[in-house]
């Protein structure tokens, strides 16, 4: 679909000169400044009692431009001095730098989209934008959720919240403060990437959807640059999501897949020959600390090391637990499965760890681990085992699944913390990566 501008346009030059000589002096000053006259459709709000406009696009799409209108539209009036429909406004994205230099001062940004009478001042110090008619618009960041805790708004542009680290809570501090005005709306305008917040808003009886792929633009980007990208990126997910805006079933460069886990699953196990409980603890003990990762997997060890078979037999992890709590709960897994030992990451409590567990059951085997690598450095040997189909999982592992996809080679892309994820890292590597690492040495050293 085309905007009313390209449509002027393809019915050639007689057509455009009517057009121009029919208005008046005022009507083409202000020609460019009206944003619907060049606007492609999926740039333009839908009609209807929406609460979040969510605009997802490829790169180039015009997503940034539809932004920066749609928040002119919120503030301005009819005349420079008149007020709009709202007068406090929040803008948040990755960083400040991020809103300054793209959201406001961009090339599709707020100033620039801004008629010269109607202008807003940016204020560095205060880190916002002050409208002739008084609106005001701040500028806040994902990385510091709890700054939007206290300012109140009517209305809000998000970009990219896909790409956010900690998106979910900024999201739910930014929805606390929309209490302004009688109808409060927020435009988000974000590539697709497959997380969470994005994938629960979209799902939501109040938000609408406007998409386009990177090509309805072509009109306003650089000579070759879809010829480039095309020939470089066609037929990839990387292309699918950043060239036709498409939301994936699954996290950009996933450790795990859907199908991957699919792939090992069965209905029982066999029987094992050893089967351990890995916990990772949270750093605190309370009902708002990130859960307490339990998980249990079992082995058959029979046979050369490379043929060693693993199944994840179930995930015990629970949240909001004290202490005493979360170790009662990894006893009693070892109790259900008959496990041989329980192995705990110590590195947020140390030798307290231990004492609360044994202070449940003070024989337990226990075997202490501390992470000295990153969580993604942790998990990729764990993530092979799958990709050589030697893992099988039980039913009944959703949460744990969930976490596992949102693991990527950049880091976790999940709501809070991998706990479940880290609790599995560590009961496969107890169970097989490092025995298959110390088989696997001799034999580099003979080379």
């Known amino acids: 679909m085309k905007s009313a501008a390209a449509w002027i346009v393809s019915e050639g030059p007689d057509a455009q000169e009517d057009f121009l000589a029919a208005?008046?002096?005022?009507?083409?000053?202000?020609?460019?400044?009206?944003?619907?006259?060049?606007a492609m459709p999926h740039q333009l709000p839908p009609e209807g009692g929406w609460r979040t406009w969510v605009i997802l696009g490829g790169r180039g799409a015009g997503k940034t431009r539809a932004g920066a209108e749609w928040v002119r539209a919120q503030v301005e009036g009819a005349r420079p001095l008149d007020p709009g429909c709202c007068a406090r406004m929040a803008l948040v994205g990755e960083t400040v730098d991020q809103v300054r230099e793209v959201m406001i001062f961009g090339e599709s940004g707020i100033m620039a989209c801004s008629p010269p009478d109607r202008r807003p001042e940016w204020q560095a110090t205060r880190k916002r934008l002050l409208w002739p008619n008084g609106a005001i618009a701040q500028v806040f960041s994902a990385h510091e959720p709890e700054s939007l805790r206290g300012p109140q708004f009517d209305g809000a542009w998000v970009d990219e919240l896909a790409?956010?680290?900690?998106?979910?809570?900024t999201w739910d501090m930014l929805q606390f403060g929309l209490r302004l005005g009688d109808d409060p709306r927020v435009c988000v305008t974000t590539t697709p990437r497959n997380v969470g917040v994005l994938k629960e808003l979209l799902e939501r009886d109040s938000t609408v959807v406007t998409s386009a792929p990177t090509e309805a633009n072509a009109a306003n980007l650089a000579q070759g640059f879809l010829e480039e990208v095309?020939?470089?990126?066609?037929g990839?997910?990387?292309?699918?999501?950043?060239?036709?805006?498409?939301l994936l079933d699954e996290a950009e460069d996933a450790l795990w897949t859907p199908r991957l886990i699919?792939?090992?699953?069965?209905?029982?196990?066999?029987?094992?020959d050893r089967i351990?409980?890995?916990i990772d603890p949270p750093v605190t003990g309370h009902g708002g600390s990130d859960a307490c990762g339990i998980v249990v997997a079992g082995a058959m060890t029979r046979g050369p090391v490379q043929d060693w078979q693993v199944w994840v037999l179930e995930d015990a992890s629970v949240e909001g637990a004290s202490p005493a709590q979360w170790a009662e709960a990894a006893i009693r897994a070892m109790d259900r499965w008959g496990a041989d030992r329980l192995v705990a990451e110590v590195n947020q409590g140390g030798d307290l760890v231990e004492q609360v567990i044994r202070q449940v059951d003070p024989l337990v085997s226990l075997r202490k681990v501390h992470a000295s690598r990153g969580k993604v450095v942790r998990?990729?040997?764990?993530?092979a085992l799958y990709e050589q189909g030697r893992v099988h999982h039980l039913r009944g592992l959703g949460k744990l699944e969930d976490q596992m996809c949102a693991m990527t080679a950049r880091g976790y892309e999940g709501r809070g913390s991998p706990d479940r994820v880290d609790?599995?890292?560590?009961?496969?590597?107890?169970?097989?990566?490092?025995?298959?690492?110390?088989?696997?040495a001799p034999r580099m050293r003979s080379v």
């Open 23 to 38: 208005l008046t002096e005022g009507e083409l000053f202000a020609l460019p400044w009206i944003f619907e006259f060049w």
């Open 163 to 169: 790409k956010w680290k900690r998106a979910q809570e």
């Open 230 to 234: 095309r020939a470089r990126y066609a």
């Open 236 to 246: 990839t997910r990387l292309g699918r999501q950043e060239l036709d805006g498409v």
């Open 262 to 272: 699919e792939a090992g699953r069965v209905t029982e196990a066999p029987a094992l």
């Open 276 to 278: 351990v409980v890995a």
């Open 379 to 383: 998990a990729e040997p764990v993530a």
């Open 423 to 440: 609790a599995l890292v560590w009961a496969l590597t107890d169970l097989i990566v490092e025995t298959s690492a110390k088989w696997r």
